[in-house]
């Protein structure tokens, strides 16, 4: 089945998983698992043989760790700076690390989301300043407008109680008007929330600062965006790529 995690490894299911891949509500597994296909198929058109990859926020290594299973040969860093150890990869815990090498691929999955201006300028300056001459970077953000965001409100509900950030009001706003909320101020870990968050802002500065090669959505990626949970977004620096 897409998604799973293959019979390489024997470890327990961790508890990112149990909140994505392994939800037991089922449209937000099949949400996830859609959303991890589609990474490892873009990596694996992406990444070139013997190449040098880096998952920026990369958490307990999951997707590396799939990597590795089809890719043995390439080089993988996870870029995490609350990961004690990494598993299958080099795992790095600060930017001034991650600048001492050069990347074919820059990755980061439902990672810009939750990162300050500081933190977003940090992350596109590494973009810009550590991939290969012909290296791309490759994103993926959660969708919180449209009707998307009604299963995850239901789900918040009931799960994580994110759902109470929401009035009524704003809710509405955001499913039918498509117009996002205020974001609220980090929490105490110093990362930002989901709740405002509009990928077609991320979308905007993207296209300021680089050039876009391909963006698609998941699950449903030949429908309109507002029913897609995702957006996955492929771009690389303009000044590298005259014309």
């Known amino acids: 089945m897409v998604g ?9 299911v961790t508890a990112y998983e149990r909140r994505t891949t392994h939800s037991l509500n089922p449209l937000a597994r099949f949400s996830h698992r859609a959303r991890i296909s589609r990474a490892l198929t873009l990596i694996s058109y992406y990444l070139p043989t013997n190449g040098a990859l880096l998952d920026f926020g990369c958490a307990q290594g999951e ?3 799939r990597v590795r299973v089809v890719r043995p040969n390439d080089r993988l860093y996870g870029l995490d700076p609350f990961q004690l150890r990494g598993e299958g990869y080099v795992r790095l815990s600060s930017l001034e690390e991650c600048r001492r090498y050069s990347f074919d691929l820059i990755t980061a999955f439902d990672v810009l989301e939750h990162l300050g201006e500081a933190a977003t300028a940090d992350f596109f300056d590494l973009i810009d300043g550590n991939l290969t001459p012909r290296g791309v970077a490759l994103i993926s953000v959660p969708n919180m407008l449209g009707p998307a965001l009604v299963p995850k409100l239901l789900h918040g509900a009931f799960a994580s109680g994110s759902a109470h950030h929401y009035s009524w009001r704003e809710a509405l706003d955001s499913v039918v008007l498509m117009n996002p909320p205020p974001r609220l ?4 870990a110093g990362t930002m929330r989901h709740k405002g968050y509009d990928w077609r802002v991320t979308r905007t500065r993207i296209e300021e600062e680089f050039q876009i090669l391909s963006e698609t959505f998941t ?5 309109w965006w507002g029913i897609n949970s995702q957006w996955f977004c492929v771009f690389r620096p303009k ?5």
């Open 4 to 12: 799973q995690r293959p019979q390489t490894f024997a470890e327990p």
């Open 63 to 65: 997707l590396l760790r």
């Open 185 to 188: 101020p980090p929490n105490r």
């Open 219 to 223: 699950p449903f990626s030949p429908l």
């Open 239 to 243: 000044k590298r790529w005259p014309g």
